[in-house]
């Protein structure tokens, strides 16, 4: 569609002129013999251009400019002045005109060209226009988007933790953890089991990823060893007694939930009466650190990542513990914090700094720095079984 123009210019000769010249340009083309009446014809039309002549009787050019400025402002205005009053150019172009052009114009095609320029900046300002319109609107409906989302992350986070246990002893074994989680919804596991009288069962796990999706393990990892625990109260099954069957379950689970999820865990189970530990190890690290008389030492232990490979098999190993012992397990999360150059160094800081704490969680919690973090690059994840003082 053609672009309209009003001239304006109490010269009817001059106005004649240059309103015959763009028509033949091909614009539509409107005219007015001064400001009041150009005003008039603003009330039913609104071109897209205006060319206007600042001298003129009654109300000048200038004024015209301020009256547009208000009623009409974007419209883009070419003004056309006598070399003589330079001043009045300056104060259009303050005012918003587009363009100037001195008189006479002995040249038309100068005057087409400005319009054009004129005509490329309107559209260009009216597309930048839409553009912004487009992202305010587009992030409103990102914020809202969002918000739901941090709802639902609460929401979510908070039945998460509904699932961790509560701080518990069993025959003088207290068992505690904390978590600090780098998203509102966490990878990291834990969990302590009363199997029977005799027996408790405790593990850490840590899911591949962040997030929503890898929240949704721990909720089948709890899933599962409640009914090992279950089916063992029942009667139908001593899986749950057994840590490198465990492992091998969740191996299983994992593999036909299809949800492309893996996860390091180290299992244990500990008989109260003697002062057993038996415990398997899924690819987890780093290892829990005992802390007894002796000093402070990693467990031993080592198998495959747990959810990955189909053919994965896990070993049991048994150690007897002293009456008096602090057993603290970590996720890998704890050893993002540690400000060393290489993962030997940060394992040996991380003994370090579980001996100076004695298995104490909240000692650790405050040697380490972790509450000092208040963004963690991963989640970090302590959970502490132990028994007597040392």
Same mark, same amino acid.
């Given at each position: 569609?053609?672009?309209?123009?009003? !001239?304006?210019?109490?010269?009817?000769?001059?106005?004649?002129?240059?309103?015959?010249?763009?028509?033949?340009?091909?614009?539509?083309?409107?005219?007015?013999?001064?400001?009041?009446?150009?005003?008039?014809?603003?009330?039913?039309?609104?071109?897209?251009?205006?060319?206007?002549?600042?001298?003129?009787?009654?109300?000048?050019?200038?004024?015209?400019?301020?009256?547009l400025s208000e009623?009409?402002?974007?419209?883009?205005?070419?003004?056309?002045?006598?070399?003589?009053?330079?001043?009045?150019?300056?104060?259009?172009?303050?005012?918003?005109?587009?363009?100037?052009? !001195?008189?006479?114009?002995?040249?038309?095609?100068?005057?087409?060209?400005?319009?054009?320029?004129?005509?490329?900046?309107?559209?260009?300002?009216?597309?930048?226009?839409?553009?912004?319109?487009?992202?305010?609107?587009?992030n409103r409906e990102?914020?809202?988007?969002?918000?739901?989302?941090?709802?639902?992350?609460?929401?979510?986070?908070?039945?998460?933790?509904?699932?961790?246990?509560?701080?518990?002893?069993?025959?003088?074994?207290?068992?505690?953890?904390?978590l600090q989680p780098?998203?509102?919804?966490?990878?990291?596991?834990?969990?302590?089991?009363?199997?029977?009288?005799?027996?408790?069962?405790?593990?850490?796990?840590?899911?591949?990823?962040?997030?929503?999706?890898?929240?949704?393990?721990?909720?089948?990892?709890?899933?599962?060893?409640?009914?090992?625990?279950?089916?063992?109260?029942?009667?139908?099954?001593?899986?749950?007694?057994?840590?490198?069957? !465990?492992?091998?379950?969740?191996?299983?689970?994992?593999?036909?939930?299809?949800?492309?999820?893996?996860?390091?865990?180290?299992?244990?189970?500990?008989?109260?009466?003697?002062?057993?530990?038996?415990?398997?190890?899924?690819?987890?690290?780093?290892?829990?650190?005992?802390?007894?008389?002796?000093?402070?030492?990693?467990?031993?232990?080592?198998?495959?990542?747990?959810?990955?490979?189909?053919?994965?098999?896990?070993?049991?190993?048994?150690?007897?513990?002293?009456?008096?012992?602090?057993?603290?397990?970590?996720?890998?999360?704890?050893?993002?914090?540690?400000?060393?150059?290489?993962?030997?160094?940060?394992?040996?800081?991380?003994?370090?700094?579980?001996?100076?704490?004695?298995?104490?969680?909240?000692?650790?919690?405050?040697?380490?720095?972790?509450?000092?973090?208040?963004?963690?690059?991963?989640?970090?994840?302590?959970?502490?079984?132990?028994?007597?003082?040392?």
């Open positions: 569609m053609a672009a309209s123009v009003l !001239v304006i210019d109490d010269d009817s000769t001059v106005r004649d002129s240059v309103v015959a010249y763009l028509d033949d340009c091909d614009y539509e083309m409107m005219s007015a013999d001064s400001a009041q009446s150009a005003l008039s014809v603003l009330e039913n039309e609104y071109p897209d251009a205006v060319i206007c002549d600042l001298k003129m009787p009654g109300m000048n050019g200038i004024e015209l400019l301020e009256k009623s009409h402002p974007g419209l883009p205005v070419i003004v056309v002045s006598g070399a003589g009053v330079m001043d009045d150019v300056v104060r259009a172009l303050r005012l918003g005109a587009a363009d100037f052009l !001195v008189k006479p114009i002995l040249d038309l095609e100068v005057l087409v060209h400005a319009l054009r320029k004129a005509l490329n900046h309107q559209a260009l300002e009216r597309e930048n226009r839409a553009y912004r319109d487009h992202l305010e609107a587009t990102l914020k809202l988007g969002l918000d739901e989302l941090r709802a639902d992350q609460q929401a979510g986070r908070q039945a998460q933790l509904r699932m961790l246990p509560e701080p518990l002893t069993v025959k003088g074994v207290a068992c505690e953890h904390r780098s998203l509102m919804l966490s990878g990291d596991f834990l969990d302590f089991i009363e199997v029977d009288d005799d027996r408790l069962a405790f593990y850490i796990a840590d899911v591949s990823g962040h997030g929503a999706s890898s929240a949704f393990v721990t909720v089948l990892l709890k899933n599962l060893t409640y009914r090992l625990k279950r089916n063992f109260q029942r009667g139908s099954s001593d899986d749950v007694v057994m840590p490198e069957v !465990v492992l091998s379950r969740i191996n299983n689970e994992l593999l036909a939930s299809e949800l492309d999820k893996h996860l390091t865990i180290f299992y244990g189970l500990l008989t109260l009466s003697t002062g057993e530990l038996s415990y398997s190890v899924g690819g987890h690290f780093p290892m829990p650190v005992l802390i007894d008389s002796g000093g402070a030492r990693f467990l031993e232990g080592r198998g495959m990542p747990v959810g990955l490979f189909k053919e994965a098999q896990y070993e049991c190993t048994s150690m007897d513990l002293p009456d008096d012992f602090r057993l603290m397990l970590f996720s890998d999360g704890i050893l993002e914090i540690i400000d060393e150059p290489s993962l030997n160094d940060k394992e040996s800081k991380l003994l370090a700094m579980a001996s100076q704490s004695e298995g104490n969680l909240d000692s650790f919690w405050s040697i380490a720095g972790v509450a000092g973090h208040e963004e963690v690059p991963d989640d970090i994840a302590v959970a502490t079984v132990s028994r007597g003082g040392l």
